[in-house]
């Protein structure tokens, strides 16, 4: 088994500021997810990596940016909070097959002041 | 493109009695549709998974049929219970495999 760890558990944030928020995973997967989700709703696809060093702009990329510069790690930068903003960001990752499933993260809680 | 429904933002129904959420997809090459579970305060967990047409797969009490004439794949359970209170999603694998759609969700909440 493996495990995916993300940090920090809970961010706050001005609004306007840079915020970056990490992932790890010990799965040895080679692809990686960025998804938000504000309360109780939907997982909204940001950012997602097929292998290190690439990178896939999701649905909701604008505003942020995205980092893999190891195929354990996969990090998440908010260019500059908005108030509504708030919401869980969840981490997950899967193997290259189309069956694979998806393992995620606990989550990073985001709140803007 | 690739797209999932899933029609009821919430299910209310009383423990014992049996539930369906419903899930249709498109996609125009050979799909692979999953159920996750999310409760409270957790992350999603696979809960069952299919690629296979017409064919019923089962996980903890659950089972789903995969009906690409139909392009459904509802989830189902014969007596829910409390524990099964939680936000359920349907997703689809994207015909490359690397991303992966999911649907809005259905918030099951089960009374005693």
């Known amino acids: 088994g493996g495990i995916i760890t993300q940090t920090p558990k809970f961010l706050i944030g001005q609004e306007g500021q840079k915020l970056t928020l990490k992932c790890q995973q010990n799965f040895n997967h080679d692809t990686m997810y960025w998804y938000r989700q504000d309360s109780g709703k939907g997982l909204r696809l940001i950012y997602y990596s097929i292998t290190e060093n690439d990178l896939q702009k999701g649905d909701l990329s604008e505003g942020y940016d995205a980092s893999r510069e190891k195929k354990s790690s996969f990090s998440l930068t908010v260019t500059s909070a908005q108030k509504n903003e708030m919401a869980v960001f969840l981490c997950?990752?899967?193997?290259?097959?189309?069956?694979?499933?998806?393992?995620f993260g606990p989550g990073t809680r985001l709140t803007v002041l | 493109g690739d797209s999932v429904t899933q029609t009821e933002g919430l299910v209310t129904l009383t423990k014992g009695l049996p539930v369906m959420l419903n899930c249709t997809y498109q996609t125009t090459y050979s799909p692979f549709l999953f159920w996750y579970v999310q409760h409270l305060n957790e992350a999603p967990k696979l809960l069952l998974k299919?690629?296979?047409?017409?064919k019923r797969t089962e996980h903890q009490g659950f089972y789903a049929t995969l009906h690409k004439s139909s392009s459904s794949f509802h989830l189902q359970k014969s007596s829910v219970q409390l524990s099964d209170s939680a936000l359920y999603f349907c997703?689809?694998?994207?015909?490359?495999?690397?991303?992966?759609?999911f649907g809005k969700g259905t918030h099951l909440h089960v009374l005693p």
């Open positions: 997703a689809l694998s994207d015909t490359n495999a690397y991303k992966v759609i």
């Open positions: 299919s690629s296979t047409d017409n």
């Open positions: 997950a990752s899967k193997g290259l097959e189309n069956y694979a499933e998806q393992f």
